[in-house]
């Protein structure tokens, strides 16, 4: 009995480790598509038109993200 017990907590332990390191690259995934979704909506006005027409296509390129 109690190797059944072990068992499970091995089992739940490596799981609990799995979706907090999903999680984790979620959240990082997430701030670096907001970090690149500021720059370019900062840039899209830009003076400069090849920084403008970059910020374009980074807006385009974030878009299809899920």
């Known amino acids: 009995m109690l190797v059944i ?3 499970a ?9 799995y979706a907090t390191r999903k999680a984790t690259q979620r959240l990082t995934d997430r701030e670096q598509w907001w970090s690149r979704f ?6 899209l006005f830009s003076t400069n038109e090849k920084r403008a027409l970059v910020a374009v296509s980074v807006l385009n390129s974030l878009a299809a993200v899920e």
């Open 9 to 17: 907590n091995v089992a739940v332990t490596i799981w609990q480790g």
């Open 38 to 43: 500021t720059w370019a909506a900062e840039e």
């Open 5 to 7: 017990i072990g068992v």
